[in-house]
């Protein structure tokens, strides 16, 4: 057997292109239980995740976490449930096909976008393999975590180095490590903020809600906390937000250790004995909207703050695969993609005449339609 992955049906002059990588963290197959095991003891090993050292930590991932957990979030995961699966694979499918749209007609040359898990379906080794047989001898890996976290995006790494160290002809590699204050990012969230201020009144606060990881982390040296406020500080910044008009929160604890502060489900309990009764919701760090967004904030913690006497709670969905949103990710993947060759070897006269072709025919369709 060979050790290396070779080159299939390799001649000289095959045309080649430049490959995206889209990742985010994955999502169980179906909403029941084996699907919803699988899926957390993939995740839940990952040492990226938990970091605690495998001899205490299995026991209880195997002992008490894997027999109790599937069925709660696979209850949890029906109610968010749609007809075209999983809210975060449905809407990254959405992005993909958006984003490659954008792709075709600001590269002069091709560029090929794949998506990938962290965990599951389609795993990372399967989407950088399709890559590798299109054609890309260079790969850009964008994870569609706007800020940086060892949980995500260096486990995102650790993944793809581990594929492509079996490669025998490795691509050209480039990582986005984050985008948390990207002009694009910040302005496609603030014009998110304004639109749903233009449809719902405006409630006294906006909450900022960022996904949490243990306080340990951040005095271990994740920068993850201080991209989070910087993103709400510039959010804040471009809406003309005072201090007392927006918070930053943390949510999706899990287990017993301190994390992140302030956590968003306290918050909710918390705001209207301190006269907050309107509030609205943002999670600027979850790029499609997925369980957490959908469960835990647009219904768990709407419940927490009406109990505790809040009247108006909205939550302003993920930026998801709207139009800014995908301005900035090509914005992001242009600028991180300076310098590679747009035209390449293979790509003849005759594809580039047909993409003229297409470019103009999709300006006159959108002149059409204004
Ligand atoms: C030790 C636990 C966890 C850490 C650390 C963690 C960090 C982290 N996660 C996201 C984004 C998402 N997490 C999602 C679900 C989810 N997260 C954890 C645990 C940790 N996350 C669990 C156990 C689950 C599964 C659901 C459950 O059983 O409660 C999701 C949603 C996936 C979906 O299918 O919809 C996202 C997205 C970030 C950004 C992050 C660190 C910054
Ligand atoms: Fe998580
Ligand atoms: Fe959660």
Redesign the pocket.
Known sequence: MNRFLNEKDYFHGKAECTGVLLV?????DAPDKPS?RRY?RE??SDPR??EIPRLAWYPILYGIILNK?PAA?AA??KEVWTENG???MAISLQQQKALQKELDIRFEGPVKIELAMRYGNPSIPSALRKLKEAGARRILILPL?P?Y?A??NATTFDKVFDELKRWRWMAELRLVNHYHDHPSYISALADSVLQHWEKHPRGQLLVMS?????KRNLTLGDP?HCECHKTARLLAQELNLKPKEYRVTFQ?R??KAEWLQPYTDKTMQALPGEGIKNVDVICP??AAD???TLEEIQQENHEYFQHAGGENYHYIPALNANGKHIQALADIIQQHTQGWPETSPGWTEAAQQKRAEKTLQRAIDKGAKK
Not at 210 to 214: A, R, T
Request: include cysteine.
């Open positions: 985010n963290l994955g999502t169980p919803l957390l995740f839940l995740v938990v957990r979030s949890k995961y999983s809210p975060l975590y800020q976290c949980a995500t960022f996904h949490g990881i243990p993850y999706s899990f287990g760090g979850f997925c369980l957490e």
